[in-house]
């Protein structure tokens, strides 16, 4: 907890780092991939993205203050993109977050939580992190975009692939029936078609590989991070996380007629 300020049952006390609210604003303790965050979030608002949380600076104790959006997320939102409506606005918040990071270029040197490469050609800094949980809304509709933490360069199809794994979803029926809160078996292909549709891709040929490659590199990239010793990554690897992912990964190749 940071001292002074009171903690906010919204916010998860697992979070990355230490979250409390200070008015309108959240503060969180920075590391080694936060400037990097906040030259993303100072372009968002230079171009005029209105769904990311706005960087407000750093306080005396080297915190940073973010604003605030009102709102439903976590579990609640998640099941704002079971209707083909709100899958369909879930999909069109991405693009538009694409869209307003296309020509954005990281100052050099610039280190993410995953990696301290550049950009290279064809990426753009994905969300990386741009699950049903992370975003903000209000009625109907998705006013944020929350959890910045994990962004880096990336293909746009990551993003995309990440989304599609949990609004489509990529589990099985039960699951996403009683964990999600789906009133009846997904229709998977038809999901992915609308997704696709409202994103702006032109097919959705190849999407159930580009999922299946992401759940790899998330694999592989949660592994590494924990490795370092952050939280909770370290604690959720070392109560089954590899196990667990490795699953996810050999139901998607298992169940690719329910996909397709």
């Known amino acids: 907890m940071v ?28 590391d080694w991939w936060s400037p990097a965050v906040q030259g993303l979030l100072r372009h968002l608002e230079r171009v005029g993205f209105a769904e990311s949380v706005r960087f407000l600076g750093l306080d005396a ?32 918040l991405l693009r538009r977050y694409h869209d307003a990071v296309r020509d954005y270029v990281p100052e050099p040197g610039a280190a993410w939580m995953t990696t301290d490469r550049p950009l290279r050609p064809g990426e753009v800094v994905s969300h990386g992190d741009v699950g049903p949980w992370n975003t903000v809304w ?25 989304a599609l794994e949990y609004a489509v979803p990529f589990r099985s029926d039960e ?19 609308v997704f696709a549709e409202a994103y702006g891709l032109p097919t959705a040929d190849g999407l159930v590989d580009a999922v299946l490659a992401e759940q790899e590199e998330t694999l592989r990239a949660t592994v590494a991070v924990a ?21 996810r990964i050999d139901w998607t190749r298992r169940n690719r007629s329910l996909l397709e």
């Open 61 to 92: 104790d080297g915190n940073e203050r973010l604003g605030y959006i009102a709102g439903v997320s976590g579990m609640e939102a998640w099941r704002n993109v079971i209707p083909e409506a709100g899958l369909q606005a879930y999909a069109r």
């Open 138 to 162: 209000r009625g109907d509709e998705v006013v944020g975009l929350l959890d910045w933490d994990q962004a880096a360069p990336r293909p746009a199809l990551h993003d995309v692939a990440y």
């Open 3 to 30: 001292p002074g300020l009171t903690a906010d049952p919204e916010f998860d006390s697992d979070s990355l780092r230490v979250i409390a609210r200070d008015g309108s604003a959240v503060v969180r303790r920075t």
């Open 227 to 247: 490795a370092r010793g952050l939280q909770p990554h370290a604690d959720w690897v070392a109560a089954g996380f590899a196990a667990d992912q490795q699953r």
């Open 175 to 193: 699951d996403a029936m009683a964990d999600i809160g789906f009133p009846a078996p997904p229709d998977r292909p038809r999901r992915i078609r």
